[in-house]
């Protein structure tokens, strides 16, 4: 065997990540709406780009913004209300929106409360750490040494903290948020709830009612109306004030259904940003020789540019044509006809990496006749049958819902039992893939779908 040096010339094919193909591949994987701050990212660095908003973008700013009286008539509107009421106004009054906090509704009830100076203090540390839910994440041990007050003082503060509304704020723990509300609701001094809070708690979610009865000497009615009191409070009591900023979506590509059964497919370009190129700015840097080469680049970088949007919107429309054409039963039939499909599968037909078909796919939206779906919803695993024909777990989910729906509500369904049903369907399934099923349809186990 041959162990020398030498040298050997050999022709090898790779590929190169360069900075055009990685634009493209960030362009295809940005929603719509995300599209538009990349792109104005993109014309910081390119003086020769002009980015402009699509007008439906625009509108959706719009509806955020206060109204059109504000916007035009804002003297004469205040004016007119100054002459009439004889007060002074204050602009801020008529914000379009206020949202209003968890902290902000606590602080503004410590605001009335007739406290010491030292009370109100400790009082706006506890609202201060509050968590999302509404419970007291401080604890007096682990802050003692940087609060100067006593634990009495501590301790009187927290039972004014959980006298302000939403009732159960401040609680430390589930039991205790409980106990608070029911310290505020007509069923208070019921000792046989209180006491089901405070010990029982696992028993309610178990359903253990009949145990219950027969440990407190009581009827089964007697438990069960304790237990309808105790579902009626709020476990988080501060997400009320959760406010999120809408999220907004929209369709990348329509899909319609003309008269004699055949699909057309059009994509959403009123979502899309409009590039223009900078022609002043262009003769301007022309005039300049030392910027003939900075000019060129920046020229090629607005081409590969347009091309590479242009490529995104071919590659989505392609993916949406080959998804309508495997799933034409859905979109005649129904969420029940959703076959087996793969992002393999779309890649060979059109020639392409399952990753780009991921990337054309994860959140883009495709409106229906049936509705508005992203498109990775039309790709989901199959289960094969005896016959060999193979069934989509969409499908699958379906006679496990429509299953549990016509079940005897106090002998339910267990998973075992589904599964053998579905197996003698002629569906190969293990208990654990219903079980699994199961929990993705948001459905409770057997044992606490149980009515008495």
């Given at each position: 065997?041959d162990m020398?040096?030498?040298?050997?010339?050999?022709q090898?094919l790779k590929?190169?990540?360069?900075p055009?193909?990685r634009?493209?591949?960030?362009l295809l994987?940005?929603?719509?709406l995300d599209l538009i701050?990349?792109?104005?990212e993109v014309?910081?660095?390119?003086p020769l780009?002009?980015?402009?908003?699509?007008?439906?973008i625009k509108?959706?700013?719009q509806?955020?913004a206060?109204?059109?009286?504000?916007e035009d008539?804002?003297?004469?509107y205040f004016s007119?209300?100054?002459?009439?009421?004889?007060?002074?106004?204050?602009p801020?009054d008529?914000?379009?929106?206020?949202e209003?906090?968890?902290?902000?509704?606590?602080?503004?009830?410590?605001?009335?409360l007739?406290?010491?100076?030292?009370?109100?203090?400790?009082?706006?540390?506890?609202?201060?750490?509050?968590?999302e839910?509404?419970y007291?994440?401080?604890?007096y041990?682990?802050?003692?040494p940087?609060?100067?007050?006593?634990r009495?003082?501590?301790?009187?503060c927290?039972?004014?903290?959980?006298?302000l509304?939403?009732?159960?704020v401040?609680a430390r723990?589930l039991?205790?948020c409980?106990l608070?509300?029911l310290?505020h609701?007509?069923?208070?001094?019921d000792k046989?709830?209180?006491?089901l809070?405070r010990?029982h708690l696992?028993?309610?979610?178990a359903?253990?009612y009949?145990?219950?009865?027969?440990?407190f000497g009581?009827?089964?009615?007697?438990?069960?109306?304790?237990?309808?009191?105790?579902?009626?409070?709020?476990?988080?009591p501060?997400?009320?004030?959760?406010?999120q900023?809408?999220?907004?979506?929209?369709?990348d590509?329509?899909?319609e259904r003309?008269p004699?059964?055949?699909?057309?497919f059009?994509?959403?370009?009123?979502?899309?940003?409009?590039?223009?190129f900078n022609r002043?700015y262009a003769?301007?840097?022309?005039e300049s020789?030392?910027a003939k080469?900075?000019?060129?680049?920046?020229?090629?970088?607005y081409?590969?540019?347009?091309?590479s949007?242009r490529q995104?919107?071919e590659?989505?429309?392609n993916?949406?044509q080959?998804?309508?054409?495997q799933q034409?039963?859905f979109f005649?039939?129904?969420?029940?006809?959703?076959?087996?499909?793969?992002?393999?599968?779309?890649?060979?037909a059109l020639?392409?990496?399952?990753?780009?078909i991921s990337?054309?796919t994860?959140?883009k939206y495709?409106?229906?006749?049936?509705?508005?779906?992203?498109?990775k919803?039309?790709?989901?695993?199959g289960?094969?049958?005896?016959?060999g024909?193979?069934?989509?777990?969409?499908?699958?989910?379906?006679?496990?819902?429509?299953?549990i729906?016509a079940?005897?509500k106090r002998?339910?369904l267990s998973d075992?039992?589904?599964?053998?049903?579905?197996?003698?369907k002629?569906?190969?399934i293990?208990?654990?893939?219903v079980?699994?099923?199961r929990?993705?349809?948001g459905?409770?186990s057997?044992s606490r779908?149980?009515?008495?």
């Amino acid at each position: 065997m041959d162990m020398g040096f030498r040298l050997v010339q050999e022709q090898q094919l790779k590929l190169a990540m360069t900075p055009e193909l990685r634009q493209a591949i960030t362009l295809l994987q940005y929603p719509a709406l995300d599209l538009i701050p990349y792109l104005q990212e993109v014309a910081q660095k390119n003086p020769l780009l002009e980015i402009e908003e699509p007008e439906l973008i625009k509108s959706l700013v719009q509806t955020e913004a206060p109204s059109s009286k504000w916007e035009d008539t804002e003297e004469d509107y205040f004016s007119e209300y100054a002459v009439a009421t004889d007060e002074y106004v204050n602009p801020i009054d008529y914000y379009a929106e206020k949202e209003v906090t968890l902290l902000q509704y606590i602080l503004e009830q410590i605001h009335y409360l007739q406290v010491t100076e030292e009370e109100k203090q400790i009082l706006i540390f506890m609202a201060g750490n509050l968590d999302e839910n509404g419970y007291l994440e401080a604890d007096y041990d682990a802050m003692a040494p940087n609060q100067p007050c006593s634990r009495s003082t501590w301790e009187a503060c927290l039972a004014l903290l959980q006298q302000l509304e939403p009732y159960g704020v401040g609680a430390r723990n589930l039991e205790e948020c409980l106990l608070i509300q029911l310290r505020h609701s007509p069923y208070q001094g019921d000792k046989l709830c209180e006491t089901l809070i405070r010990n029982h708690l696992t028993d309610i979610a178990a359903k253990r009612y009949t145990l219950l009865a027969r440990t407190f000497g009581t009827t089964l009615d007697e438990i069960q109306r304790r237990v309808e009191w105790i579902r009626s409070f709020s476990p988080k009591p501060g997400s009320v004030f959760l406010s999120q900023k809408p999220k907004y979506i929209v369709p990348d590509v329509f899909v319609e259904r003309l008269p004699d059964g055949t699909f057309v497919f059009q994509a959403n370009d009123s979502v899309l940003p409009r590039i223009h190129f900078n022609r002043e700015y262009a003769l301007m840097l022309a005039e300049s020789k030392q910027a003939k080469k900075f000019l060129e680049q920046k020229v090629k970088e607005y081409e590969w540019l347009k091309r590479s949007i242009r490529q995104r919107k071919e590659t989505i429309l392609n993916v949406t044509q080959v998804i309508v054409e495997q799933q034409k039963a859905f979109f005649e039939e129904g969420e029940a006809a959703l076959k087996p499909l793969t992002l393999k599968e779309v890649a060979q037909a059109l020639g392409m990496h399952e990753s780009t078909i991921s990337r054309a796919t994860n959140q883009k939206y495709m409106q229906t006749p049936r509705g508005l779906y992203e498109l990775k919803y039309f790709f989901n695993q199959g289960i094969a049958k005896k016959d060999g024909e193979l069934t989509s777990d969409v499908q699958i989910k379906q006679m496990i819902k429509q299953l549990i729906d016509a079940e005897n509500k106090r002998k339910p369904l267990s998973d075992q039992k589904i599964a053998q049903y579905l197996q003698d369907k002629g569906i190969h399934i293990a208990r654990r893939t219903v079980a699994k099923y199961r929990d993705e349809l948001g459905i409770l186990s057997s044992s606490r779908r149980k009515e008495i």
